[in-house]
């Protein structure tokens, strides 16, 4: 008589916030499809939901210190003694400040590693003017990249980048939004935005230096009818709080904490308009394909972007946008006005978004997963 084998079990490594990593849980969703049993591990946040929230069993290291070189580290040796000390058959890194620990131990249990790459970390701007950080990780990542086997990214440009350095080119993985027709919006009159009011929405976990936070705001100050909300956390929204107080906005910005996706979504799809102001300050943000404009086009939305590579490609292929030539309050306003006054434009844009949906969804970008993860599972 024979006997159905065990499930493989699966441990998914991030850094940040468990509940708020979409990627994260999406791909661990698909995974778990291959009759896969997920763990999630990760770390203890103070501003962070409940594990209840994620539907997979979790791990979270309350951690001593909140950041810098000994967060790393700690996080890391916490890491892998937990993979070292547990019974799993697949380790999944997702990004560099995971690697390392899933690499010592892929090698010391003879287990297969996936690293996910959810950007081109030694590029981001918080390494730029800090050559001590950046040739520490540079190094992790020569000393272990090439040794991989299995790698995604999410855009073309990284998975060539990685290429062109490591010869290993990644599968790429977009991080598209899954299907929410079953999500209703937000009114205007909810939010206690005028009707006549062009509304954006400018959203993220990541609101952080260089993403044109300031210009738009200022870009608001000159633009009349026009509203926004900020919808997420990061670096500079406390001074972009102080930039709206002192420049009177109050009544036409308005902030909002970091949500789940669910409810990000009834905002996102209240809004005519979402903004993608990365600057081409650094290697990453040039690479970037963010996730926001995926929400943006699920929502059915128009978009207003920057040029930089990723992100004007698909905006030019689905003419679901307006690209600015730089990102700075005056350009910015340009293309409010443009929407503002043009009905038809603002129309059209957003059925082309509404077209890209039937493409750039979960439901179709997930099956690069299966088959991956298929190929993972059926060969090791």
């Known amino acids: 008589m024979s006997t159905k084998p065990s499930r493989k079990k699966v441990a998914f490594s991030v850094i940040n916030c468990i509940c708020f990593d979409q990627r994260v849980q999406k791909i661990a969703e698909t995974v778990s499809k291959l009759d896969c049993e997920i763990t999630i591990i990760g770390r203890r946040l103070g ?11 979790t791990k979270r290291f309350r ?8 967060f790393y580290k700690f996080f890391n040796v916490r890491l892998f003694f937990y993979l070292l000390n547990h019974k799993f058959d697949l380790l999944v890194a997702n990004d560099l400040d995971t690697l390392p620990a899933n690499y010592l131990v892929s090698k010391l249990k003879h287990l297969p590693l996936v690293y996910d790459s959810h950007e081109y970390f030694t590029g981001v701007p918080e390494l730029n003017n ?11 990542e020569r ?44 009114l205007h009159r909810d939010l206690g935005i005028p009707e006549d009011h062009l509304l954006l929405i400018f959203q993220g976990g990541g609101i952080n230096i260089d993403k044109g936070g300031e210009e738009l705001i200022e ?8 509203s926004l909300l900020v919808v997420g956390s990061g670096d500079v929204v406390q001074a972009l709080e102080q930039k709206t107080e002192k420049l009177n906005l109050a009544a036409r910005v308005k902030f909002i904490p970091k949500v789940p996706w669910e409810e990000l979504m ?3 799809k209240s809004a005519d308009a979402g903004m993608s102001l990365e600057k081409d ?18 929502a059915g939305i128009s978009v207003i972007t920057g040029t930089l590579p990723e992100i004007r490609k698909l905006v030019e292929e689905y003419d679901c946008g307006i690209m600015i030539p730089s990102i700075t309050p005056e350009d910015i306003s340009k293309a409010l006005i443009k929407l503002r006054d043009d009905h038809s434009l603002l129309n059209k844009l957003r059925q082309n978004a509404v077209y890209a949906s039937q493409s ?10 299966t088959d991956f993860y298929k190929h993972v599972l059926i060969n090791n």
Not at 47 to 57: A, E, N, Y
Not at 360 to 369: D, G, P
């Open 47 to 57: 501003d962070c939901c409940d594990s209840d929230s994620v539907p997979f069993r």
């Open 63 to 70: 951690m001593l210190f909140k950041r810098g070189f000994f």
């Open 130 to 140: 800090k050559p001590f950080r950046k040739w520490f990780w540079k190094t992790i």
């Open 143 to 186: 000393s272990i990249f090439p040794h991989l086997k299995y790698v995604m990214t999410v855009s073309d440009s990284i998975s060539e980048q990685y290429e062109i350095e490591y010869k290993i080119r990644p599968l790429v993985v977009r991080n598209c939004s899954p299907v929410s027709s079953d999500i209703k919006p937000y």
């Open 219 to 226: 870009a608001i100050n000159i633009t009349e009818n026009v």
């Open 266 to 268: 009834r905002y996102t």
């Open 281 to 298: 300050t650094n290697i990453n943000y040039r690479f970037s394909l963010p996730n926001k404009l995926f929400d943006y086009i699920l």
């Open 360 to 369: 750039l969804n979960w439901e179709n970008e997930s099956k690069l997963v």
